[in-house]
């Protein structure tokens, strides 16, 4: 046993800094609870040092890199060169200032944060352990936020040359060839950057299509584009072996039971992410876990045990960091005795690709099982001045809405700042906007929101821009 | 051919009922759609009833002169257009153009449903309830399943006021919402949560008086900066009146306390030193004098602290205050007091020594200025004029909101509160 060892009595006990688990913290100590965060890793989580943040600072840097290479607008020749030290460099600044933004808050909301990874020894006790030393804590209250990390595959396990997203967003110098297994958005996020900056990238999808969570129209937009990025995308494919060499890794894989191989500098596995509840004793804190390892939860984030809640990657729902600062605020709140419960009626989706792609509540399938009709509005980007204006007329918006009320149930955009027109349309679905009421708010022109009410007005059969079939 | 329940409609805002003056149609007759199956009265006019399909009257639910309730059934349709499986498809109505097709809407949404659940493409999840985030939320916090709630907006969209209705309705008094200054009604106990115990302690949740009283209390302790003042007087003229007055005041069924007195003595303070009786407008700048005089009595309850409020205090008769106090003491501990009657007090009295406390330092009920401690009465020996005399002694702790008075004139108003009971004939000059 340690020698002297301590308990100690703290309100509530946060375990995970990512951006669950750091605005559960703050929230609960916003409503007055004395609050202790546990985080073994960095401040911030996956989300602000190797998920969300990273990527998307390398994805927009890519970007960059290949405008100025190929040119924009035409007329301006730029002579563009790289040095791709300097952008990680910037990248990690980008990262660095986040997670301080982060410990600033956490600071200024009084919370105590302690470093050090944490397992339950009882309903009401967790201990922590650091290089050093063990320390219990009891607590009233404990919300785990502890995430999730890359799901390994047995025929491929990582090492030198077989890396999981984290090693890849912080590679020291763009790979010539870069293989990735798995064509869900991370890998499509990721390739499309590292193709922009140089690389030849293979992309290898198990199911017969890319991005199998979206609408075929979709995954033909992007497939299209990740053409043009000579990107290569193998559908049907099964990764068997990769076989590390001193420079290089050969990946072979089956499509249709035929056998072939790809060499690379480095394979990227991004193949889901498992929760990790693994190795934090919850035998001791007497919570079982579903069959994907997930911490099943009532409405409000409460485990079977009621002073524990659970959000974040670890239980049901897709994982993103938006789902889980929302489950976060509603945990701490229900532990500081509020009424607040997990209550959205959509969660938006985007993939940083290149056009964007963001979706937000029903498809068109989804809704037609739910609605007896629906109304849909499509509207092309081509058809909007800033669009054109911006060099990016590839693209769509597509609404969805119940056909008897008008309501809008589902959303999808395509095309440039994607990820930022999905926020409209997550607000008017919450405030049970209908596609009159999108027609009618006047949008700024020229603007790329412009097509939200043009896209309203074409499923009203009154498109101003765009001539009825 | 199916049969068509028709429920009886909504006849207008807030019209629930109406009584059947007059049936059009007869069992076995034949009705189009549109044609007046009733005339049925209410409180503000007589109004035709028509029917929103077409088809044959089987049955007639209520007799001439008979009340119907919204929703209760009414006629039943037999129509060609119908199947029992099928989609009630109704067709509009002008009872829909005049706004008065919720019931209709009703039975057509219930129908859909049904045929959700028969049709095998037809995925579970019921279509989504609309209302607003916010709504959503009010109706959470005040125990309410949205999905109960009777939804008056266009296509049943589920307001705020709907809400606020479906409360009411169900009796339970005012609705909780969230960050209101004000304690919150005592009827209304937050739902449980499950409590989580362990050897060592014990988990109780927050009752909602309970959270309420702790936001009033960290508002005003860190809003207000506020002194307290304490002093004692001589009552042993007032206690000897008051038991002189005993045997009036059983024969009218009254129980004298102390507190009448007090709160007399009080407003004469505050009408002579009326910064006491304010406001402090801090987003103005301004102090609002308050010429009213509503008092607040905290009182102790199995809930928690209470405060009813003496509304116009200052109009009232000794007599009248002692009923008063009873009464609303009475309401507040049985759980029966209304929110509006503890609002809007603009200073309060804070009794202790009737549990035996002597000085404390009385918290403000914010944004009032001044709330008066009192403590208990105690016999003392006192030197009066070279004399050693027996005295009643009552301790008085008078709190009040240093940014709009000083120190000076708390004590002024607190020799003036003394003088009054010291002397309980002033109190004529103060009716
Ligand atoms: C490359 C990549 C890109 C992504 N891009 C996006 C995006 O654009 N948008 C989006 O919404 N989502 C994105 N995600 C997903 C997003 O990062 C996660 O959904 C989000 O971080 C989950 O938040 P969380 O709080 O549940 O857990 P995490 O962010 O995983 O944080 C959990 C924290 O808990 C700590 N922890 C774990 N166990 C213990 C323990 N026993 N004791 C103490 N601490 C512990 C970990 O160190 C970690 O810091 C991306 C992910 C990746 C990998």
Redesign the interface.
């Known amino acids: 046993m340690v020698v002297g060892e301590l308990t100690e009595e703290v309100q509530m006990v946060v375990i995970g800094g990512g951006p669950g688990g750091y605005v559960a913290a703050i929230r609960a100590a916003q409503l ?1 609870l004395q609050v202790l965060l546990i985080e073994k890793e960095d401040i911030g989580g996956v989300c602000l040092n190797r998920g969300c943040i990273p990527s998307k600072a390398l994805i927009t840097a890519a970007e960059d890199y290949a405008k100025g290479k190929n040119g924009n607008v035409p007329g301006i020749d730029h002579v563009v060169t790289l040095d791709f030290r300097k952008v990680q460099e910037w990248k990690d600044s980008v990262v660095t200032k986040m997670t301080q933004g982060v410990d600033m808050l956490l600071k200024g909301n009084k919370v105590r944060v302690v470093k050090g990874e944490a397992f339950f020894v009882g ?2 006790e967790v201990r922590v352990m650091t290089d050093t030393e063990a320390h219990n804590y009891h607590f ?1 209250h404990c919300i785990i936020a502890t995430g999730s990390r890359p799901v390994e595959l047995a025929s491929l396990p990582f090492g030198k040359r077989v890396l999981t997203s984290t090693e890849v967003l912080a590679l020291g110098e763009v790979p010539k060839r870069l293989a990735i297994v798995g064509g869900g958005y991370i890998g499509i996020e990721l390739g499309q950057a590292y193709a922009k900056f140089g690389a030849k990238v293979t992309i290898l999808e198990g199911t017969p299509s890319i991005l199998p969570a979206f609408d075929p129209s979709i995954t033909r937009l992007i497939g299209r584009s990740l053409k043009e990025w000579q990107v290569e995308v193998v559908t049907g494919a099964l990764a068997k072996s990769a076989v590390e060499s001193a420079d290089e890794v050969r990946l072979t894989y089956e499509v249709n039971g035929e056998v072939h191989a790809v060499s690379a500098d480095y394979v990227l596995v991004t193949v889901g992410r498992r929760p990790n509840t693994d190795e934090l004793g919850l035998d001791a804190a007497g919570i079982t876990l579903d069959g994907k390892g997930l911490i099943p939860v009532d409405h409000q984030g409460r485990t079977s ?3 524990i809640f659970a959000i974040g990657d670890i239980v049901a729902g897709p994982a993103l960091a938006h789902k889980a600062s929302y489950e976060g605020k509603v945990a701490a709140e229900a532990a500081a ?5 997990v ?3 959509c969660i938006p989706a985007v993939v940083f690709a290149d056009p964007e792609v963001a979706a937000v509540g029903l498809n068109e399938d ?1 809704a037609g ?4 009709k629906v109304k849909t509005g499509r509207f092309a980007y081509g058809a909007n001045g800033r669009a054109v204006s911006m060099n990016a007329a590839n693209g769509f918006v597509k609404l969805i809405a ?1 056909e ?4 809008l ?1 589902g959303a999808q955009v395509v095309g440039a700042e994607a990820s930022n027109l999905i926020a409209e349309l997550a607000l008017a679905i ?3 906007a ?1 596609l009159e009421d999108m027609a009618l708010t006047i949008h700024a022109h020229p603007t790329l929101p412009e097509m939200v009410m043009e896209t309203a007005e074409a499923a009203l059969g009154t498109p101003i821009h765009m001539l009825k079939k | 051919m199916g049969v068509f329940q028709f429920a009886f409609p909504e006849l207008g805002e807030g019209i629930h009922e109406g009584k059947v003056a007059k049936w059009i149609v007869h069992e076995g007759d034949f009705v189009r759609e549109d044609e007046p199956l009733a005339e049925v009265e209410n409180d503000k006019a007589v109004v035709e009833i028509p029917s929103p399909v077409e088809g044959k009257v089987v049955q007639l639910f209520f007799s001439e002169g008979a009340v119907a309730s919204v929703g209760e059934p009414f006629v039943s349709i037999e129509t060609n257009a119908l199947t029992s499986d099928d989609k009630v498809d109704v067709p509009k109505t002008p009872l829909e153009d005049a706004g008065l097709a919720n019931t209709v809407h009703e039975v057509k949404q219930a129908e859909a449903v049904k045929v959700s659940e028969t049709t095998p493409n037809r995925a579970a999840t019921p279509e989504r309830v609309l209302a607003i985030p916010s709504v959503r939320r009010l109706a959470r916090e005040n125990g309410v399943a949205i999905e109960e709630v009777k939804g008056t907006g266009e296509h049943g969209k589920i307001t705020r006021e709907d809400v606020l209705a479906h409360l009411a309705n169900q009796g339970r008094g005012e609705p909780a919402i969230s960050k209101s200054e004000n304690v919150e009604l005592p009827a209304k106990e937050a739902v449980t949560k499950p409590i989580f115990a362990s050897a060592q302690e014990e988990i109780v949740p927050l009752s909602s008086i309970r959270r309420s009283i702790m936001q009033a209390m960290v508002k005003s302790k860190f809003s207000a900066p506020h002194v307290t003042m304490m002093d004692e007087v001589d009552v042993t003229e007032l206690v000897s009146f008051r038991n002189e007055m005993k045997q009036v005041t059983a024969a009218r069924g009254v129980k004298l306390t102390f507190l009448p007195f007090i709160v007399k003595a009080l407003i004469a303070a505050l009408k002579k030193y009326p910064y006491l009786n304010a406001e402090l407008d801090e987003e103005n700048e301004q102090i609002k004098l308050k010429k009213e005089y509503h008092i607040g009595i905290a009182t102790d309850t199995d809930r928690g602290l209470l405060v009813p409020v003496l509304h116009h205090a200052n109009h009232m008769s000794m007599w009248e205050l002692a009923e008063q106090i009873t009464a609303l003491s009475t309401k507040a501990r049985s759980g029966k007091i209304k929110l509006e009657e503890m609002r809007g007090s603009t200073a309060s009295i804070s009794n202790i020594g009737s549990a035996k406390g002597l000085f404390f330092t009385p918290i403000l009920n914010y944004p009032e200025v001044a709330i008066l401690g009192v403590g208990r009465i105690r016999e003392t020996l006192l030197r009066q004029d070279g004399e050693i005399v027996d005295a009643q002694m009552m301790a008085l702790s008078l709190s009040f909101d240093h940014r709009v008075v000083d120190g000076a004139m708390a004590q002024l108003a607190l020799n003036e509160i003394k003088a009054v009971l010291a002397e309980p004939k002033r109190m004529l000059m103060e009716v």
Request: aromatic letters at 6%; glycine letters at 10%; proline letters at 0%.
């Open positions: 007055g309903q009401q009233t045990v009621a002073n005795g509020m009424h607040s419960a209550d959205y009626a989804e099982k739910v609605y007896e119940d008897e009320s008008g309501v149930v919450e405030m049970n209908t």
